[in-house]
């Protein structure tokens, strides 16, 4: 019972950058020794709660390079410190990335929508993080720069397990690029939670292309049911190159359902979890199929 | 009825300042070089405390109390029971802490957040002891026990088996009832913890006085229990403690007593000789108060032909660390009990277990709605298992008009004057589709609709013939200004659901003056007579009520001193409102010609050096008439994912004559929200190892319902019944906790209609109606 | 710790401030100044009491170091209206009983001004999700969307503003 949420009790040096060079620049300075600020909605809930301390702040959410939504032909890059709400509210997503509005629409409420930005949400490293599995059935790429240099990581490959992600202490996330999806493609992501505005019980997102009536490439991610938001590849492989029918998604939907091994916590049971993967995993391959142009 | 301003919509007098973030809650109080507080509070759910060492927050400049430091008063924080039926266990801060969370120590400092370092520089030493956090393993013998002795009264009494206290009643010969019945049906309900989550935290702020005494600026529903209680834990002169009214950001019971925090500032701001702010923060907060939980066994006997016969209850209540007035509640929930239905020949035991958990207190029904959601559910187990339709079933054997009713247990009865069950039952059932219901069998499909009914009440006030265990009675004073303005002093708080605004139209009605020219005083204990207490919906039929007996004085002096004037006898003469000048006048009785003003007559009064035309009062009510509510809810059960939706519900409220309409509307639909969380969402619950809430102190595991919980605007439907309390101001009796009641118990019957699944405990979650429909739970026709 | 000059515009006036690195703006605004409608419920974000607006867009104070706001606009309840100038929604909230105990109320009053300010005529669905993230435990929320509702009726039936 030593929390106090009144107040900000951890003692720290704030470093405001409003550019990417400073900001890297102040990483690699205090490496090890300092956190990213950007919306806050979660860091400082974590600092409040005593489970996170640093020396040194870097904020980094005026760094307007960083601000940006753009989609060139058919990609879609982010600048993570996009927040939320923009996101939501841009109609290139809401038009062409489902899964992605869908997310976002659900998440927490307006005004932490506001502050929020995208990068924090993925550099959180939650299992829950709503963002993740639209972006892991896109196959999005992350942008991780530090003084060092760029490099390129699928989103696969980022989350390591609760509040762990591959992002090295003197790095910061600078992109997020979403690759040409293809034709005849569809997208979606379904949510339970407690109340509305709330962390995800469960999530998952579906993305596919189709061709004629078969399902050409689809991919499937659920979160909060693994330490981190994770594929379910075994699924993928049945849809794949079938016929599009009631029963394929079915047996889709319970091998994923089989395949995962989620856990109780204060938000639901593991076998709640269980249950309604395939319940929402079924909807999500219908409505992703449906977007896709496909009949049912 | 044709009324001035009783049931007319009017702007709430604090409407304007709650607009515009002006209207000051105990949390926004500042006095200048005011120090603020933390509290140091417990990490273990039992321990004995060897040694407190506070040098190191003291070098930090900051001023620390503890144990050995305040007064060694026993007391209870509720005090609303007289004192020889008062249990008392808690000290001001304790030397054997009973439950995480419990403060231990507290510190006080320039800056909060010296305060909190300070806090956390305390060292404290246990002696870390068993605990016990399950009520029935803490009725085992071989259970470690929290008190040897606690006081009654003044008495000391020993606990055994951690039995905090009993409650045992028996009505007739219900073994004999039993044996005559043809069936006889008996079930196990279980009712959790929650979580008031008042949207303000409890707070005080404690300035020390020149003349040795103190102000309290605090979140309370008493000022007056307050004062008292302070008075006697510290030993000062009652004339020497003020404590403000002020408004308070919801209460739904949390701030009932005067709470445990406030003695902690006061301990510190009389050490610091400085005034102390002490403010909640919202993980301190949900370490001091849960609503009542209760597992509770009922069996009730039938006749063929649907006739109670008879009934058995026996109820569990796990109190957790303390008791916050235990003993009334066990009576409070055999009255709710008995009051329902005519039961015959009936039994109730009731007891109240001492565990190592956050202490439980009244929330919004005071063992209201936990018995309400055993008997409503079991109403409809009967009806099923017995083939009769739940509303004519309950129409047989309500208790209403002419019937004794229990109004806070078995020392506080009156008989019954009005009632409007049989209107709500027909009315809700035609707004609903009752005769159009079908049973679950008929349903089919992943989504299934159904619908419930329960019906509840709660008593308004505790008043009766004779004065029982309770203190109930209320105090105004008001006065007529010079320019025919009235001031209205109440110490009855406000929680938000209008009992101010009422109490002015009470006054405005009698009086005849229009409602803008009615004010509500700024108030202090100092400024007002007693009021025990803004709890038992007793602020519009008991608070009113003293009001409305203090008009009328006002009314015979104000004709007195006109008689003078106009030379005429006070007899004759009456008063009237004319809206064409928005004033009052004294006028000869159907002779208006002959009149004058009030504001004439108050000004006169003053240059005639006659005095002020003022009354102050006390008034006892001597009814406890019930308030009734009628629940119809329909819900959609999603049988994949067990997620309930409730497109529809309907309201209907029996509160005689509706003072604030908007605010009785306000009150329902308010308790609809609070009801589905009851019903579906909410559960305060602790680890069973270590005794730590589950939630960690942080609401983002302690859900309550949010905006789009709630069903849509024009799906709620709201009806008052056309009654007429005969002892109520202008007819009016109370709905603040009623308004609750049965919302919990329609909401599980109406999950067993569409699904046939009856669930005995609450919240109904989604996880547990999905396990209960893969075949975890028995099912039912 | 050290403090830092912030330059903030605070309902219109511009105001130079100091403060340190972990001042929340929630407490700026209480305590240094004065500014009390903006209140504490649960500091982490889940309850809305706290709602201001940043550069129009409703924000929790609770969770917002007053340093990153240095350069911005910042709008709480004393900004909205005042006793003698009420904002046509506080007007609306007293109308339709939209205020009980009145601690939530700065908060959904501001949630109410952005979203009409973002979407004129919206939705009963629209006005519900809109105001999830602050927590009312009095009114069961009906009369504080009928208010906001019934404030975006007028607006939209005001012809000054009806456009071609």
Same mark, same amino acid.
């Given at each position: 019972m ?5 107040i900000?009790?951890?003692e720290?040096?704030y470093?405001?950058?409003p550019?990417l060079?400073e900001?890297l620049?102040c990483l690699?300075?205090y ?5 990213i600020l950007?919306?806050g ?6 600092m409040k709660?005593?489970?996170l301390?640093c020396q ?8 307007e ?5 753009i ?5 879609l890059r982010?600048?993570?410190?996009i ?6 509210k841009?109609e290139?997503?809401?038009a062409?990335?489902?899964a992605?509005?869908?997310a976002v ?5 307006t005004?932490v ?5 995208i ?6 490293g939650s ?13 999005a790429?992350?942008k991780?720069?530090?003084m060092?240099?760029?490099r390129i ?8 397990g609760p509040?762990q992600?591959?992002?090295e202490?003197?790095e910061?996330?600078t ?10 493609v569809g997208?979606s992501?379904?949510?339970?939670g407690?109340?509305s505005a ?11 292309n189709r ?8 991919r499937?991610a659920f979160?909060?049911v693994a330490?981190?938001p994770i594929r379910i590849?075994?699924a993928?492989e049945?849809?794949k190159?079938?016929e599009?029918s009631d ?7 319970k091998?994923?359902?089989?395949l995962?091994?989620?856990?109780t916590?204060?938000?639901?049971t593991?076998?709640?979890?269980q ?6 995993l079924e909807e ?8 896709a142009?496909?009949?049912? | ?10 702007p709430?007098k604090?409407?304007i300042a ?6 000051p809650?105990?949390?926004?109080i500042?006095?200048p070089h005011?120090?603020y507080?933390?509290?140091?509070r417990?990490e273990?759910?039992?321990a004995?405390i060897i ?5 190191e927050a ?10 050995t430091e305040?007064p060694d008063?026993?007391?209870?924080e509720r005090?609303?029971s007289i004192?020889e039926?008062?249990f008392?266990d808690r000290?001001v801060?304790?030397?054997?802490v009973r ?6 120590a ?7 957040e010296?305060?909190f370092r300070a ?7 246990y002696?870390?002891?068993p605990?016990v956090?399950d009520p029935e393993?803490a009725?085992?013998?071989?259970a470690a026990s929290?008190y040897d002795e606690i ?5 000391q ?5 951690n039995?905090a206290?009993?409650r045992?009643?028996?009505?007739g ?8 019945a043809?069936?006889?049906v008996e079930?196990?309900?279980d009712l959790?913890?929650i ?5 303000e ?10 003349n040795?005494g103190i102000?309290i600026?605090t979140t309370t529903?008493t000022?007056?229990?307050?004062r008292?209680?302070l008075?006697?834990i510290?030993e000062?002169p009652?004339s020497?403690?003020?404590v403000?009214?002020?408004s308070?950001g919801?209460s739904?019971?949390?701030s ?9 500032c006061v301990?510190l701001?009389l050490k610091?000789?400085c ?6 923060s ?8 849960v609503?009542f939980?209760?597992?509770?066994k009922?069996k009730?006997g039938v006749t063929k032909?649907a006739?109670i016969v008879a009934?058995?209850?026996?109820v569990?209540?796990?109190?957790g660390?303390h008791?916050?007035?235990?003993y ?7 009255g709710?009990y008995?009051?329902l239905?005519k039961?015959q020949?009936f039994r109730?035991d009731?007891?109240?277990v001492?565990t190592n958990?956050?202490?439980g207190?009244a ?8 018995v309400?959601f055993?008997?409503e ?9 017995c083939?009769?339709?739940p509303?004519e079933f309950?129409l047989k054997?309500y208790?209403?008009i002419?019937?004794e009713?229990?109004?806070?247990g078995?020392?506080v009865?009156?008989?019954i004057?009005?009632c409007g069950v ?5 009315v809700?059932a035609?707004?609903i589709g ?9 349903k089919t499909g992943r989504?299934r609709?159904?619908?419930g009914?329960a019906?509840?009440?709660?008593t308004?006030g505790?008043?009766?013939p004779?004065p029982g265990e309770?203190?109930?009675?209320s105090s ?5 200004n ?6 209205v ?5 406000d ?6 605004e009422a109490?002015v139209k009470?006054?405005?009605?009698l ?6 020219k ?10 007002t ?5 803004t709890h038992a919906?007793r602020?519009?039929y008991c ?9 009328k004085?006002?009314k ?5 001193f006109?008689?003078r004037?106009?030379?005429e ?5 009456d008063?009237s ?14 002779f ?8 004439e ?10 005095g002020t035309?003022?009354v102050?009062?006390s008034y006892r009510?001597?009814n406890?008439?019930p ?6 809810i ?9 997620i ?10 029996d509160?005689g004559t509706?003072i604030?309409?908007?605010?009785l509307e ?7 929200s609070?009801?589905?969380?009851y019903a579906?969402y909410e559960?305060?619950?602790n ?6 809430l589950?939630?960690g102190?942080?609401?983002t595991?302690?859900k309550i319902?949010?905006?789009?919980e709630?069903?849509?605007?024009d799906?709620?439907q709201v009806?008052?019944?056309h009654?007429?309390e005969p ?19 329609a909401?599980?019957?109406?999950i ?6 009856r ?6 979650t989604p ?5 209960a429909?893969e ?7 | 710790?050290?403090k830092?000059?912030?330059?903030v515009?605070i309902?219109g ?6 403060v340190?690195s972990?001042d929340?703006l ?5 305590n240094?100044?004065? *500014?009390m409608?903006?209140k504490?419920?649960c500091g982490?974000g889940? !309850? $809305?009491?706290? +709602?201001?607006?940043?550069?129009g ?5 609770c969770l917002?170091?007053a ?7 910042i ?13 046509p *929604? ?7 009983g939209a205020v009980? !105990? $009145?601690?939530c +109320?700065?908060?959904m009053?501001l949630a109410g001004?952005?979203?009409?300010k973002?979407n004129?005529n919206?939705?009963?669905e629209?006005i519900r999700e809109?105001?999830?993230g602050?927590?009312?435990?009095c009114?069961?929320y009906a009369?504080?969307?009928?208010a ?7 607006q939209?039936?005001d012809p000054g503003?009806?456009s071609?």
């Amino acid at each position: 019972m030593k929390t106090n949420t009144k107040i900000l009790t951890s003692e720290f040096e704030y470093l405001e950058c409003p550019t990417l060079a400073e900001a890297l620049n102040c990483l690699s300075k205090y490496n090890g020794k300092a956190k990213i600020l950007a919306g806050g909605t979660d860091l400082l809930i974590k600092m409040k709660s005593g489970l996170l301390q640093c020396q040194y702040l870097i904020f980094v959410k005026k760094i307007e390079a960083l601000n940006y939504l753009i989609s060139d032909k058919k990609t879609l890059r982010i600048g993570p410190m996009i927040n939320l709400r923009s996101i939501e509210k841009n109609e290139q997503v809401k038009a062409y990335y489902s899964a992605l509005f869908e997310a976002v629409r659900s998440m927490a409420a307006t005004s932490v929508k506001n502050m929020a930005t995208i990068g924090g949400n993925l550099c959180n490293g939650s299992p829950a993080a709503d963002t993740a599995p639209p972006l892991l059935v896109y196959g999005a790429t992350l942008k991780l720069s530090s003084m060092r240099g760029d490099r390129i990581v699928p989103v696969e490959e980022f989350f390591l397990g609760p509040s762990q992600t591959v992002l090295e202490s003197d790095e910061l996330l600078t992109e997020i690029c979403l690759p040409d999806l293809g034709d005849q493609v569809g997208s979606s992501f379904l949510k339970l939670g407690r109340v509305s505005a709330d962390i995800a019980k469960i999530n998952v997102a579906v993305c596919l292309n189709r061709n004629g009536k078969t399902v050409g490439n689809c991919r499937i991610a659920f979160g909060s049911v693994a330490p981190t938001p994770i594929r379910i590849p075994e699924a993928e492989e049945i849809l794949k190159g079938q016929e599009m029918s009631d029963e394929l998604i079915v047996k889709a939907a319970k091998a994923a359902a089989g395949l995962i091994k989620p856990i109780t916590d204060k938000r639901s049971t593991n076998s709640y979890r269980q249950q309604v993967s395939k319940v929402i995993l079924e909807e999500g391959i219908r409505s992703a199929w449906q977007r896709a142009g496909g009949e049912l | 009825m044709d009324f001035q301003v009783i049931g007319k919509v009017l702007p709430r007098k604090d409407g304007i300042a709650k607009v515009c973030g002006k209207e000051p809650f105990a949390s926004d109080i500042v006095v200048p070089h005011m120090l603020y507080a933390v509290t140091l509070r417990s990490e273990h759910a039992h321990a004995e405390i060897i040694k407190i060492d506070t040098s190191e927050a003291e070098s930090m400049g900051a001023v620390c109390i503890t144990p050995t430091e305040v007064p060694d008063f026993t007391y209870n924080e509720r005090t609303v029971s007289i004192p020889e039926k008062t249990f008392c266990d808690r000290k001001v801060l304790p030397r054997r802490v009973r439950h995480v969370g419990e403060a231990i120590a507290a510190v006080a400092a320039e800056t909060e957040e010296l305060a909190f370092r300070a806090m956390q520089a305390i060292k404290v030493e246990y002696n870390v002891l068993p605990s016990v956090l399950d009520p029935e393993e803490a009725m085992q013998p071989e259970a470690a026990s929290l008190y040897d002795e606690i006081l009654l009264g003044k008495q000391q009494l020993k606990v055994k088996n951690n039995v905090a206290c009993e409650r045992n009643i028996v009505i007739g010969d219900p073994e004999a009832g039993f044996a005559a019945a043809d069936y006889i049906v008996e079930r196990d309900y279980d009712l959790p913890r929650i979580y008031h989550h008042q949207m303000e935290t409890k707070t005080v702020v404690c300035q020390p006085e020149a003349n040795g005494g103190i102000t309290i600026w605090t979140t309370t529903q008493t000022i007056h229990n307050v004062r008292q209680l302070l008075g006697q834990i510290f030993e000062l002169p009652l004339s020497k403690i003020n404590v403000k009214k002020l408004s308070i950001g919801g209460s739904f019971g949390s701030s009932i007593q005067m709470n445990s925090m406030i003695p902690i500032c006061v301990a510190l701001a009389l050490k610091a000789r400085c005034p102390v702010k002490l403010v909640s923060s919202r993980e301190d907060d949900i370490h001091d108060h849960v609503k009542f939980p209760a597992r509770i066994k009922l069996k009730v006997g039938v006749t063929k032909d649907a006739k109670i016969v008879a009934a058995d209850m026996r109820v569990l209540v796990d109190i957790g660390a303390h008791q916050i007035n235990s003993y009334p509640l066990l009576g409070c929930m055999s009255g709710w009990y008995a009051s329902l239905y005519k039961w015959q020949d009936f039994r109730f035991d009731g007891t109240a277990v001492y565990t190592n958990k956050v202490p439980g207190c009244a929330m919004q029904g005071y063992g209201n709605p936990e018995v309400n959601f055993a008997v409503e559910s079991h109403m409809d187990v009967i009806a099923n298992e017995c083939g009769f339709d739940p509303i004519e079933f309950r129409l047989k054997n309500y208790v209403g008009i002419g019937d004794e009713f229990w109004g806070q247990g078995p020392t506080v009865k009156s008989i019954i004057k009005s009632c409007g069950v049989e209107e709500m039952l027909t009315v809700g059932a035609e707004k609903i589709g009752w005769s159009e219901r079908r049973s679950s069998q008929a349903k089919t499909g992943r989504y299934r609709k159904g619908v419930g009914i329960a019906r509840g009440f709660h008593t308004s006030g505790t008043g009766g013939p004779k004065p029982g265990e309770v203190i109930d009675y209320s105090s105004a004073t008001i006065k007529i200004n010079e320019d025919g303005t009235v001031d209205v002093l109440s110490p009855v708080m406000d929680l938000g659901g209008g009992t101010g605004e009422a109490t002015v139209k009470v006054v405005a009605e009698l009086l005849k003056v229009p409602y803008d020219k009615v004010e509500l005083a700024i108030v202090d204990t100092r400024t007002t007579g007693y009021d025990v207490n803004t709890h038992a919906t007793r602020g519009v039929y008991c608070g009113c009520g003293a009001a409305l007996h203090v008009a009328k004085q006002v009314k015979i002096k104000l004709l007195e001193f006109a008689s003078r004037i106009l030379e005429e006898n006070p007899d004759d003469l009456d008063l009237s409102y004319e809206p064409e000048d928005n004033k009052t006048i004294i006028h000869v009785k159907r002779f208006k010609q002959k009149q004058i003003s009030i504001g004439e007559v108050a000004k006169l009064a003053q240059i005639y050096s006659w005095g002020t035309i003022a009354v102050s009062d006390s008034y006892r009510q001597r009814n406890c008439p019930p308030c009734f509510v009628a629940h119809f809810i329909e819900v959609e059960v999603d049988t994949w994912t067990g997620i309930v939706k409730v497109p529809r519900a309907i309201l209907l409220a029996d509160s005689g004559t509706p003072i604030n309409p908007d605010m009785l509307e306000g009150q329902l639909i308010g308790s609809l929200s609070r009801g589905l969380g009851y019903a579906a969402y909410e559960s305060t619950e602790n680890d069973l190892e270590t005794g730590k809430l589950l939630c960690g102190g942080f609401i983002t595991d302690n859900k309550i319902p949010t905006s789009c919980e709630m069903p849509l605007m024009d799906n709620i439907q709201v009806y008052f019944a056309h009654t007429y309390e005969p002892t109520g101001p202008f007819g009016a009796k109370g709905i603040g906790e009623a308004a609750l009641n049965s919302v919990a118990a329609a909401y599980a019957n109406a999950i067993y209609n569409a699904i046939g699944i009856r669930f005995y405990q609450t919240p109904i979650t989604p996880e547990r109606i999905l396990q209960a429909l893969e075949g975890g739970a028995s099912v039912e026709n | 710790m050290e403090k830092r000059l912030i330059k903030v515009t605070i309902n219109g006036k511009l105001r130079e401030l100091f403060v340190k690195s972990n001042d929340l703006l929630l407490n700026v605004l209480r305590n240094d100044l004065n *500014l009390m409608g903006t209140k504490y419920g649960c500091g982490i974000g889940e !309850c $809305g009491a706290c +709602t201001v607006l940043l550069d129009g867009q409703t924000v929790l104070a609770c969770l917002i170091l007053a340093v990153t706001v240095d350069g911005q606009e910042i709008t709480t309840i004393e900004g909205m209206g005042d006793p003698v100038q009420l904002h046509p *929604l506080q007007e609306s909230f007293i109308e339709h009983g939209a205020v009980q !105990c $009145g601690f939530c +109320t700065p908060g959904m009053l501001l949630a109410g001004e952005a979203l009409l300010k973002e979407n004129p005529n919206p939705s009963e669905e629209e006005i519900r999700e809109y105001l999830r993230g602050n927590l009312c435990r009095c009114t069961g929320y009906a009369a504080i969307v009928k208010a906001i509702k019934s404030e975006a009726k007028s607006q939209s039936a005001d012809p000054g503003t009806l456009s071609e």
